[in-house]
C-alpha cells in the first residue's frame, strides 16, 4: 500500500491521539469527514493502524521499576528458540521480547514495583525459561525518552 502525505498525517495524528473523533482528524488534517474516514478504514483495513490502546501510567500503577534483561540460550536449535519464545510469552511482567544479533540471544523488557518484585519475578518466571544458558539485568534508573510513535 502507498501512502500518501495524508496517510501519514493522519497516521501521525492516530498514533498521538487514537481516540480522537473522525471530525476533530478531518478538521486538524483539512479533509472533509466523510473522506477522513474512509481513509482511517482504508488504513485499519490495509493493517497500517493495528490496533488502538490505552497507554497506562506505570507509576500511578505502581510498577515503576522497568528492568531490560539479556538471555544468552545453551543452544540456537529451532526447538529451542521455539521453547523459549511460547514461554517467555506466558510471563505477564515481560512488555517486550526481541531475538536479538549480538553478544544476546534475546532482550526482555520487565516491569515491576521494585526490585524485591523483581527478585520474585526472576526467582519464579526467568530462573525457570526453558534453554537460558545466562542472564544478565540491568536497571533503569530514569526513562529519558519514551514514545509509542513511529516516525511516519
Known sequence: MQLDETDRR???????????SNADLADEINL??????????????EDMVKDYVALLNTRKLGLATTVFVEIKLNAQAD???????KAVARVPDVLEC????G???YILK??????????????QHLSRLPGVAQMQSSFAL???????ALPV
Do not use: N, P, W, Y
Open 110 to 123: 520487565v516491569v515491576a514495583e521494585d526490585t524485591d518484585d523483581f527478585a520474585r519475578i526472576h526467582r
Open 103 to 105: 553478544s544476546a540471544d
Open 79 to 85: 526447538e529451542v528458540l521455539e521453547a523459549f519464545e
Open 10 to 20: 493522519i497516521l501521525r495524528v492516530l498514533q498521538k491521539r487514537g481516540r480522537i
Open 32 to 45: 472533509s469527514a466523510s473522506a477522513c474516514h474512509r481513509r482511517v478504514q482504508r488504513l485499519e483495513a
Open 142 to 148: 530514569r526513562t529519558v525518552f519514551k514514545t509509542t
Open 98 to 101: 526481541h531475538l536479538m544479533a
